[in-house]
């Protein structure tokens, strides 16, 4: 089991690398460098197996994101090691009252929230415009165990490429998503890459400010790093257990 952590920042990498005991090795990757991590159970153990988990900084932005963590999986896949999840992974900001600051959301559905046309009737997504996608769905039993494992919530997680800064915004944002818990800026284009590669992919998120006005003073990225880190602690009897290969995902 082979798993790709994909974050936008150094210091969210970081906090995803200290979930896990043991020591990180660098691997250059075209580009890049990763730090690679192992973990798995000790003795055998039935229905688990060994996990390698990569940790990866791809940048700011859906399109860096994209760019980096499809390198990353075209150098794994020539390596004759491919990768069997990626996970979107950082801090965001989460709509009020329902992900509150500190706490963990889960993507059931990643949408990109600003890819489409401005009408004068409104927003027209691209799919309406009869190109591309705007949604990836992560798999769902893994949804499940991750919540059940974490206590994170799960909903929509929006991309975004331009972070919302008024409480107009974030109307506007919930008026058309009701199901989003909280808006980033990497998850769609780590999810277009995965799916190039045909691998799931999920996306696990720190809630560090309220999705609106861009109040500084009220920001708790300390608190969601924290959260982060103890967020992936619970996650590795997951992936350790959880079988890509399931048939009915």
């Known amino acids: 089991m082979r798993v790709l952590v994909a974050t936008a920042v150094s210091v969210e990498r970081d906090a995803v690398a200290r979930a896990f005991a043991g020591p990180v090795r660098e691997v250059r990757v075209p580009g890049a460098t990763l730090g690679r991590l192992s973990l798995g159970p ?70 990109v929230a600003d890819l489409g046309a401005e009408t004068a009737d409104g927003f027209v997504p691209v799919t309406e415009l009869g190109f591309g996608s705007v949604s990836h769905r992560p798999p769902e039993t893994l949804v499940r165990d991750v919540v059940a494992a974490t206590g994170a919530r799960p909903g929509a997680v929006l991309t975004v490429s331009t972070v919302t800064g008024t409480a107009e915004r974030a109307a506007v944002l919930r008026a058309r998503h009701p199901r989003a818990l909280a808006e980033a800026m990497e998850g769609f284009g780590v999810a277009e890459a995965a799916a190039l590669h045909h691998t799931p992919v999920l996306e696990l998120r720190a809630v560090s400010n309220p999705v609106g006005p861009r109040d500084r003073a009220a920001w708790r990225i300390g608190d969601a790093l924290t959260a982060l880190t103890a967020g992936f602690g619970k996650l590795a009897p997951v992936l350790e257990s959880w079988n890509p290969h399931d048939p009915t995902e």
Do not use: H, K, N, R
């Open 42 to 111: 000790v003795g055998p153990v039935p229905g688990t197996a060994a996990v390698t988990v990569d940790v990866l900084a791809v940048g700011v932005g859906p399109a860096l994101a994209a760019a980096s963590t499809a390198s990353a999986l075209t150098a794994a896949a020539l390596d004759g090691a491919p990768y069997d999840l990626v996970v979107s992974a950082g801090i965001a900001g989460g709509f009020q009252p329902e992900a509150p600051l500190g706490s963990l959301v889960v993507a059931d559905e990643i949408t």
